[in-house]
């Protein structure tokens, strides 16, 4: 049973920064492409970035480019989301996901949440003006 667990949220001023976690647990995940996604309120669920586990290969959002980074640790089999740069509009609850890479036929496909199996509960992110 894949179990992924978020951490690392809480309130930052804009142009702060912060290091969301995902511990994942129940599988090998070597074979998995992880992603981050976030849900503002109102507001369709947003990729954010993903990596695949084996090679570190990274993909990332438009409109996180350049601000954002994810990572992996190989011994913790945790990812990482470092935010820095951070606006108010990055205000959302952020998810971590997971599949196997053979699930995603392309690149872009890492992008779409239906392509996603596993997900974390959330963790909240609050950028005050």
């Known amino acids: 049973q894949v179990q992924l667990v978020e951490s690392g949220g809480g309130l930052v001023q804009a142009g702060g920064s912060l290091r969301l976690s995902c511990a994942a647990s129940?599988?090998?995940?070597?074979?998995?492409?992880m992603g981050w996604f976030r849900q503002a309120p109102g507001k369709e669920r947003e990729f954010v970035a993903a990596?695949?586990?084996?090679?570190?290969?990274?993909y990332y959002g438009d409109s996180v480019k350049g601000r954002f980074s994810i990572s992996r640790d190989n011994a913790k089999n945790t990812v990482y989301l470092q935010m820095n740069s951070l606006k108010p509009e990055d205000t959302a609850v952020y998810f971590c996901?997971?599949?196997?890479?053979?699930?995603?036929?392309?690149?872009?496909?890492?992008?779409?949440?239906?392509?996603?199996?596993?997900w974390g509960q959330g963790t909240q992110v609050t950028v005050s003006s």
């Open positions: 990596i695949r586990w084996s090679s570190g290969s990274r």
């Open positions: 129940g599988r090998t995940f070597s074979t998995y492409i």
């Open positions: 996901a997971a599949d196997l890479a053979s699930t995603f036929q392309t690149m872009g496909s890492m992008s779409n949440e239906a392509e996603y199996s596993y």
